[in-house]
């Protein structure tokens, strides 16, 4: 069995929404077309020669990356140039490639969620806002002795969420009435007859990103033909939504105990380190890949050590501030880990959706490596 690229697009926009990417960010489809038929779908950190041919050797039909393929403008398509040779060697392939940038970094329990939770930090904040997933109001008719049901198929990891309670639901009794009319086939009474019935309005929470997931779990289980139910927006503030993270410890660690620790995590034998370090952490910010530009942003929000994939030189003015130091791990090291975590999270929403897809990993190297 096979499904089409264009609902598994539509389940990745769901779950991480392309419009949460940076302005100027590529993402979505890169290669490929929306009604392929898609079997077994291969994740990776980037497009490259050894994950173009182990894509081809399983047979996947969808290579999904967090690295955009085409992040710059193509001005030719030369296959004696390494692009061009990837870029041919996939669409010979009929292999597709989408691509969840920075989009995947903002999200919640995406890129950065996932390295803080490595670490151990407590208490998360986004580091950079970029936005808010606005709060909407899902309220549903359900007859009496269905609540449950509902309930059940509408939560998920964000929807009916409120700070650190899952399933928060709101219910109330009344009677509601309702004239099936020539060809409806009512869940109770008669055509062409008055009926009532006593039902509950059941009401969520929902992220606006949410919504229409939601309503599609709530039509999948709603015993009635026509379920009635009403979406609106609140003024409650919206989910934070940005780019890095910033988080504490219950205690204070030594500043070598948390390089060991980063090593460990990351999987790398040395760490950069720039500024002039705390003898003790409690309160570390960290962006994964390119985050130069949020140094600041965590020494004013109170972090002592700043971990990130990769700072340009002329970020990192010569002397620094006392007791404040930026822990550069690598571009690659900073995300590679989260590709395993991502496929897991993956299966779970294609299984949730019914899709009848494979999800695989793949193994990748540094492309640089130190003597």
């Known amino acids: 069995m096979s499904v089409a690229l264009q ?3 539509d389940r990745l926009d769901a779950h991480w929404p392309f419009s949460w990417a940076v302005a100027g960010d590529r993402v979505g489809l890169m290669v490929g077309h929306p009604q392929s038929p898609v079997e077994v779908v291969l994740v990776a950190l980037e497009v490259s020669a050894p994950v173009v041919a182990a894509a081809q050797g399983m047979g996947a039909h969808l290579l999904l ?3 955009p393929l085409l992040y710059q403008p193509l001005t030719t398509v030369q296959e004696d140039r390494p692009q061009g040779e990837l870029l041919a060697a996939l669409i010979r392939g009929g292999i597709a490639v989408v691509a969840c940038h920075t989009n995947l970094d903002i999200a919640p329990e995406g890129v950065n969620d996932y390295l803080a939770r490595l670490l151990d930090l407590a208490d998360t904040e986004v580091l950079a806002e970029t936005g808010r997933d606005a709060w909407c109001k899902l309220a549903v008719f359900v007859p009496v002795g269905y609540e449950d049901r509902v309930r059940q198929a509408l939560a998920d990891d964000r929807v009916g969420v409120i700070g650190r309670y899952a399933h928060c639901t709101f219910a109330a009794r009344g009677q509601g009435t309702y004239l099936p009319l020539e060809g409806a086939r009512p869940f109770t009474g008669q055509v062409a007859a008055l009926g009532r019935a006593p039902e509950s309005r059941l009401e969520v929470l929902v992220p606006a990103s949410r919504v229409g997931a939601a309503v599609s779990r ?3 289980v709603h015993p009635y033909e026509e379920p009635a139910y009403d979406v609106y927006p609140v003024q409650n503030p919206g989910t934070p939504l940005g780019l890095g993270r910033l988080g504490k410890w ?4 030594p500043f070598e105990e948390v390089v060991s620790r980063v090593k460990e995590v990351f999987g790398v034998p040395y760490v950069k380190i720039w500024g002039h370090p705390p003898q003790e952490v ?5 962006c994964s890949g390119s985050g130069g530009d949020l140094m600041a942003a965590a020494r004013e929000r109170g972090a002592q050590v700043y ?5 340009r030189h002329h970020q ?3 002397g620094g501030a006392d007791g404040f130091a930026v822990l550069e791990v690598g571009h690659f090291a900073s995300e590679v880990l989260f590709m395993p975590e991502w496929a897991r999270q993956l299966r779970r929403h294609f299984q949730d959706a019914g899709l009848p897809v494979r999800v695989e990993v793949a193994r990748e190297v540094a492309p640089f490596h130190y003597r």
């Open 250 to 253: 219950p205690r204070p660690r």
């Open 316 to 318: 990192a003015t010569p």
């Open 65 to 67: 990356t967090h690295h």
């Open 7 to 9: 609902e598994i697009i």
């Open 307 to 311: 971990l990130t994939g990769e700072v």
């Open 218 to 220: 709530l039509l999948a």
């Open 282 to 286: 409690g309160c570390l910010a960290l």
